[in-house]
């Protein structure tokens, strides 16, 4: 399957444990996206990576969030002392980048969270 | 600054009637626009987009959506739902003038087939 992979797809933590998500794009893509979606509500844009260049980081992504792409290939993104709150669905997606055209962001299955 | 509204939670319709979701955004200008469907388990699937021309666009699955600027909704429709369809739908919009192609996505309608 060539498409986006996550890992884990669930992950149950303790409030105050760190996590570590991790996200396959496709092989080509050299942008990639991280997205949160809470329950009841669509997806919410977080960070892009444009190669291993993080370039945007919405606010939602506090000081506790941190996400890297070392390779310009797969990109993990970290929660640390995780909070209540962050349960959620983590959704990567990843599109071919340059000027002009749009390109389609295509999304992986996600990764769930729930922090106890 | 752009915003997506997809004013119905949850609908339920019959197999085999016809479907029609509806969605309106705020947005500047001509935004790309676009309908995603997200069933259990499964990543978020593009069933159409519109970018610009024909204000009518066809997408997969046998779904159709009209974009109207005067009334800033780009509503989604099919004329004849199979119970596979059940599953959560997105109304999404991205900016023209933005680099990251960054999406906008409304906060969903549930669709569920009654047998």
């Known amino acids: 399957d060539t498409g986006v992979s996550q890992d884990p797809r669930h992950k149950i933590t303790k409030r105050g444990q760190n996590v570590t998500f991790r996200c396959d794009p496709i092989?080509?893509?050299?942008?990639l996206y991280w997205y949160r979606q809470t329950l009841g509500q669509g997806p919410e844009f977080l960070t892009y990576?444009?190669?291993?260049?993080?370039?945007?980081k919405s606010r939602l992504l506090s000081d506790r969030f941190s996400a890297e792409r070392p390779k310009g290939s797969f990109s993990t993104l970290e929660i640390q002392r995780t909070e209540q709150g962050d349960s959620a669905m983590y959704l990567c997606a990843s599109s071919l980048g340059g000027t002009g055209e749009y390109n389609e962001q295509f999304f992986g299955p996600g990764t769930r969270l729930t922090v106890l | 600054a752009q915003s997506v509204t997809q004013p119905d939670i949850h609908i339920t319709v019959s197999e085999g009637a016809s479907l029609e979701l509806r969605c309106n955004y705020s947005?500047?200008?001509?935004?790309?626009l676009f309908w995603y469907v997200q069933s259990p388990g499964q990543g978020l699937q593009l069933l159409l987009k519109y970018f610009s021309g024909d204000t009518l666009v066809q997408g997969i699955k046998g779904f159709e959506a009209e974009f109207k600027r005067s009334q800033s909704s780009f509503n989604l429709r099919k004329p004849s739902v199979h119970w596979s369809d059940a599953a959560e739908y997105f109304c999404a919009v991205g900016s023209r003038y933005s680099s990251a192609s960054k999406i906008i996505f409304g906060s969903g309608t549930r669709l569920s087939i009654r047998p």
């Open positions: 947005y500047g200008a001509t935004p790309y």
């Open positions: 092989s080509e893509h050299n942008r």
């Open positions: 990576f444009q190669n291993e260049a993080q370039l945007e």
